[in-house]
């Protein structure tokens, strides 16, 4: 199959629209949609056709003895390299019957044609230097973008923000492996062309910007699929009920046996343009039943994943067995790291007098937990000891012993608990300039690169040889490069491309 083939395909989303874009690319393509197009009932002159203008006229079967027309449509040509895959292209605007999409696809491919495959659009445009594999990943991320945190992500890779930082950072690299090989020419006189002082700077440096990227992957990632969010707690405190509230659809079983919810079950929803993917969990308990226990162990995994847990008690329960399910789940959250939410349910068959009691006694059963050498402090909390033992601020332990109400079964304060969980997300400011790395396959790049880089520096510290540096350092070089494709094999291309739809 020739790479300049004529390819096309509908552009917009398949089914019954207003309008549809069908979309040519390559040599041929303003001929062939020349062959079937006309304007007040004539055919048009190649050489006459103006590109970047819209012309409107018909879509007619040339092979029908009485021609008949197909659609009346808005046809736009695009002269190379001024085009989205930066070949001669056609758009071609019809209405938005699939009877007529397929039939002007039909009349094409008869012309010549062939129907293009996922992201064939998006991956001639890369090869032909019309932006780096970063950013035709970034086309598809924009496509996919639900909310506005992830648009800005999108937007940014595709503009060339995140393409511009990995290429500085390369090209410093390349300087320092192109001195480093110098060295090896010259491997008989012992002298030293990369100053090894500047070597371990700029190591550091790029390990620290790498580092950086990394380290957003957690934050990109959560926005890209939703940040997590675990609802966790014993078995029949109600966490299907909350998931189901919350979503606003029965999506969970709820029941009054114990242990209902046996595998995890995870929905997105979007709280005020943020998506968050809530995870109901199975209940815990002790149980004997190797299923259930399957599912017990899951609840775990996803609460140290999840960025936000809600805690769930049983308001119907003693305060001795709600405290208890408290430290239970305090136990499994890493409270540094995570945000965790203490909610009672069931508040609308409560005992009051429960209320009251976790409302006064929790610093009291706190104690133990967080005071315990207090003693030698005379039993004053200062904010500095607490810190000192716990890594918190009191402030921010109080918040962990506070307890909001709801009852997910009535939906009574479901909408104050969600505003929670939007007011305790810490989102990075995402403005324009912020590089977020929201993709897998780039996450395990840098890692990887970051990686090659420590072995340089391991390799500097235990004197290695220029050419053993240099090879580490190429390895780095290959990671970072094959992010914007600089260094790319077909295999990976076909994988990137392969996900877009097709007339991306
Ligand atoms: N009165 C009252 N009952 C509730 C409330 N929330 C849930 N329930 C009831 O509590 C029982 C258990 O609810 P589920 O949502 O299945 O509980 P769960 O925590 O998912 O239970 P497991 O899946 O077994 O861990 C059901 O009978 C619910 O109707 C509430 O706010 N008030
Ligand atoms: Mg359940």
Known sequence: MSKNDTICAVSTASG?????????????????????????????????????????????DPIKDDKPMVDDVLITFFKAPHSYTGEDSVEISC?????????????????GCRLAKPGEFSKRAFINDKFDLAQAEAVADLIASQNEAEHRIAVNQLKGGFSNELRDLRSKLVDLTSLLELELDFSEEDVEFADRTKLYELLNT?????????DSFRMGNAIKNGIPVAIVGETNTGKSTLLNAILG??????????????DTI?????????????????????????????????????????????????????????IEAWKTIVSH????????LIIVNKQDIMDVATMFTLNDDYIDYMKPTFEKNIENYGGYMTDEYCYSITGMDLYDIRELMTFSYISAKNQEDVDGLKQNIHHCTTLPNIDGSTTLVAN??????????????????????????????????????????????????????????GRFCIGK
């Open 16 to 60: 019954v629209g207003a309008i549809a874009v069908i979309r040519l690319s390559g040599a041929e393509s303003h001929k062939i949609a020349l062959f079937i197009f006309r304007k007040k009932g004539k055919q048009l002159d190649i050489n006459d056709i103006e590109p970047n203008k819209a012309y409107y006229g018909e879509i007619f």
């Open 95 to 111: 209405h938005g019957s699939v009877f007529i999409q397929q039939k002007i696809l039909e009349l094409l491919v008869v012309r």
């Open 206 to 214: 790029a390990l620290k910007h790498i580092g950086k990227l990394t």
């Open 249 to 262: 659809e029965e999506r969970a079983i709820v029941s009054d046996i114990e242990g209902t919810t046996r």
């Open 266 to 322: 995870e929905e997105t929803f979007n709280i005020d343009g943020l998506m968050y993917r809530f995870i109901d969990t199975a209940g815990i308990r002790e149980t004997s039943e190797t299923i259930e226990k399957i599912g017990i162990e899951r609840t775990f995994k996803k609460i140290s994943e999840a960025d936000i847990v809600i805690g769930m008690l049983d308001g119907t329960k003693s305060v001795k067995k709600i």
């Open 333 to 340: 959250v890493n409270v540094l790291k995570q945000k965790l």
């Open 440 to 497: 897998i396959r780039h996450f395990e790049a840098l890692t990887h690169a970051k990686e090659s880089l420590e072995q340089v520096k391991k390799g500097m510290d235990d004197k290695l040889s220029a050419d053993l540096l240099a090879q580490d350092l190429r390895q780095a070089l290959y990671y970072i490069g094959s992010i914007t494709g600089e260094v790319t094999n077909s295999e990976v291309l076909g994988n990137i491309f």
